[in-house]
């Protein structure tokens, strides 16, 4: 990059088709977990996926905030050749991705939000649905390791899994896809979480919608889960406040690609297919 981090990214299908599609992970402070997302649609399109700097394969220490991370989106399409690119953002990248229309929304084509962003209106609600999916014992187990100012490898992952199997709607298959997550996608970069934390407090998007819907491409949607701790009704509110289509799929929860991969696929694809042209 232009100031010399080393970002670590890959490549999914045919590089020479125009425009790609940018697969954005969530977080933030998370390495790349999208791995199972893009051959769903690498047949429509080259899909590229990163590690955000600062996680993964993307080492680097110093303060993060948005406007560095946009940056980096911004430079990874020069690199990559493509004056546009789709944007795909799960999570935390949902919110990156709208950033990044704020800043860029000429390389833009299209914008798919998957099950985010989350919005301040949102966050009493999935506290609520994630303490009511959790037991006694567990929510004091979770107190306590968050808690301790040090923790060892079993203790992280331990922490992790709890925090995470909450999110699927099939609660037995729930603990085992957090639990393995919990081992992947290591380590988590809290100092990150907690900087990007604070900036989007101070600057939620959600007091940026109109401004939003000014710099959106027309090729905008959202996507949710309706078994997501996160409330689906959160994400209608963002959907009406930016006049876009917001898709339910039941029985999924926040990661849809376990649950029911087929449904996400198709509306994946669809998505695509109608923003390349074919």
């Known amino acids: 990059m232009t100031d010399a981090a080393r970002i670590r990214w890959n490549a999914l299908g045919d590089t020479t088709r125009k425009p790609p599609v940018v697969l954005l992970h969530g977080g933030p402070g998370l390495p ?12 429509l399109a080259p899909v590229y996926r990163y590690d955000q700097r600062g996680t993964g394969g ?9 406007a560095r991370h946009v940056r980096d989106l911004a430079e990874l399409l020069d690199v990559w050749r493509a004056p546009q690119a789709v944007l795909i953002g799960h999570s935390y990248g949902a919110d990156l991705a709208l950033r990044f229309c704020l800043a860029h929304r000429e390389r833009v084509a299209a914008v798919l939000l998957m099950c985010g962003p989350m919005t301040e209106e949102g966050r009493p609600g999935y506290r609520a ?12 187990r979770l107190h306590e390791l968050e808690a301790l100012t040090r923790r060892t490898e079993d203790q992280e992952a331990e922490l992790l899994t709890l925090h995470w199997f909450t999110d699927h709607a099939d609660p037995e298959r729930g603990r085992l896809w957090a639990a393995q997550a919990a081992r992947r996608r290591r380590p988590v970069n809290w100092a990150m979480n907690r900087e990007l934390g604070a ?10 919608l109109n401004e939003l819907r000014a710099c959106l491409p027309a090729a905008t949607e959202l996507l949710g889960g309706v078994a997501d701790p996160r409330p689906v009704s959160a994400l209608e509110s963002v959907a009406r406040g930016l006049g876009v289509r917001l898709t339910r799929i039941e029985g999924a929860g926040h990661e849809p690609w376990l649950e029911q991969p087929d449904v996400l696929g198709a509306h994946l694809r669809r998505f695509v297919r109608d923003a390349v042209g074919g």
């Open 129 to 140: 649905e994630r303490d009511r999916r959790t037991s006694p014992a567990q929510q004091e």
């Open 58 to 66: 993307s080492a680097w220490q110093g303060r993060h905030t948005f």
């Open 199 to 208: 900036e989007g407090r101070k600057d939620p998007l959600s007091r940026r």
């Open 32 to 43: 790349d977990y999208l791995g199972d997302v893009a051959p769903l649609v690498a047949g």
